[in-house]
Each structure stands twice: as C-alpha cells, then as structure tokens.
C-alpha cells in the first residue's frame, strides 16, 4: 500500500483537486441536475483518471518475471517432492498404521469402562508409538500443504452444499504433532492413568479422535494416487 502512494501521490492528489472541483461546481448548481446525474458525472473523470492508476500499479520487470517462474519451479519440485514422500508412506504403511491405531483405541475404551487389557495390546501400544510419529512426519506436509488446502478450497460452493467428511482440519496440524509428541509409552504401563492422561488419549485415539481423521485422510489421499495410476 505504501508502494502504491508513493508511486501514484501526485496522480491522487490530482484526483483528488478535480474531485473536489466537480462536487462544488454541481453543488451551485445542483438544480439543473438530476441527482444521479450528478453522482454519474462527478464519478466520471477520477474513475478515469483511477484507470491510469491501476497500469501504473503492475510494474512487472523481466527480472521479476525471471524470480517468480524460479519460484514457481521450487515451489512445484517440492510438492512433488511431498506428494512421493508420502504416496511411498501410504503403499508401505497406512495399511499397518491403521490396524496399530484400533490397539489405541481398544486400550482407551478398555480404560474408560474399566476392563483389562491384554498384555500383547499394551506392548503394541507402547512399542507402536515411534511409528505413528514417523508415519506423521512422511505424511503431514502433503496433507496439510497440498491435499487439504486443494480439497477445501470451494469459495461460494461452500454455501450451497454442506459436504460433511470426517478428515482431519487444517488447523489440526500442530495440536496433532504436539500430541504426539507429548504421549509416552509409560501411559501404557501405568496401573492408574490420571484424568490428563485420560483426556490426551480421547483426544486422539477415540473413534473420532484426531489420529482417526488423520488416517482417514491419508486413506482419501491414497485412493486419488490409486484413481492416478488407473
């Protein structure tokens, strides 16, 4: 905005005198006009003047044309770059992923109504932990940079049709990490879970917690590579 004062000042100081000018004149003699005639006319010659303003606003330079098809070109090379990286994590391990986190949710409602969980449940649980990390590090900048924002960007669709998906939000993306983060494998091996940890495992592993949506998501994102390769 700065820019564009600095560049155009003298055009709307002008614009802005003749403006003024206009106003006065059809004010003395606003009789003999129609009122819309007169907000017509006064509008007239700044909307005109406005009309070189806005050429002399893009000032494009080779150079600049130069910088942003290099852009273009990194920006391009590294959502291919993302979208590889996790196509390769989908064909490897969504599969496994996904059975992991019916152990977390098995465990949680084992919790919650107060029922004993197997031994190979709780070792899958607490082993199982550094993988749900690595698979959300492979998969996230895809997701949360180039699916999702394609995905929800409907504009005025939006209004007419209310498409309800369960997928994870594309504010989710740093709770989810943080979460993650912040979960332990002694949570699995405590005989008495405080009410945090109660709440960090609804969070994320009840039947529509955050790691479900997660993997329905990448599950999504899966399918369209299949629908590609066909």
């Known amino acids: 905005m700065k820019i564009f004062f600095k560049k155009n000042c003298k055009a709307l100081v002008m614009l802005l005198i003749i403006t003024i000018l206009i106003s006065i004149l059809y004010y003395f003699c606003k009789e003999s006009r129609d009122i819309?005639?007169?907000?017509?006319?006064?509008?007239?010659?700044?909307?005109?003047?406005?009309?070189?303003?806005?050429?002399?606003?893009?000032?494009?330079?080779?150079?600049?044309?130069?910088?942003?098809?290099?852009?273009?070109?990194?920006?391009?090379?590294?959502?291919?770059?993302?979208?590889?990286?996790?196509?390769?994590?989908?064909?490897?391990?969504?599969?496994?992923?996904?059975e992991l986190n019916k152990k977390?949710?098995?465990?949680?409602?084992?919790?919650?109504?107060?029922?004993?969980t197997a031994k190979s449940v709780?070792?899958?649980?607490?082993?199982?932990?550094?993988?749900?990390?690595?698979?959300?590090?492979?998969?996230?900048?895809?997701?949360?940079k180039d699916f999702l924002p394609e995905i929800k960007n409907l504009g005025e669709l939006a209004t007419i049709d209310n498409i309800n998906v369960s997928i994870v939000a594309l504010e989710d993306e740093d709770l989810l990490?943080?979460?993650?983060?912040?979960?332990?494998k002694e949570l699995f091996t405590?005989?008495?879970?405080?009410?945090?940890?109660?709440e960090l495992l609804n969070l994320l592993f009840n039947y529509n917690g955050l790691m479900q949506k997660?993997?329905?998501?990448?599950?999504?994102?899966?399918?369209?590579?299949?629908e590609e390769k066909r």
């Open 36 to 98: 819309f005639n007169s907000i017509e006319s006064i509008l007239a010659i700044p909307s005109l003047i406005l009309s070189f303003i806005v050429l002399k606003v893009i000032d494009i330079k080779p150079e600049n044309l130069d910088a942003y098809h290099r852009l273009r070109m990194m920006k391009d090379n590294e959502k291919k770059e993302n979208k590889k990286k996790a196509k390769k994590a989908f064909e490897e391990k969504l599969n496994e992923i996904k």
């Open 104 to 116: 977390y949710s098995q465990f949680y409602s084992n919790i919650i109504h107060n029922r004993d």
């Open 122 to 144: 709780i070792n899958q649980c607490s082993d199982g932990l550094e993988k749900l990390r690595e698979f959300f590090e492979e998969t996230k900048k895809y997701i949360f």
């Open 177 to 184: 990490r943080d979460k993650l983060n912040e979960i332990k």
């Open 190 to 198: 405590n005989a008495q879970l405080v009410d945090s940890d109660k």
């Open 214 to 226: 997660y993997l329905n998501t990448c599950g999504h994102a899966y399918k369209e590579f299949e």
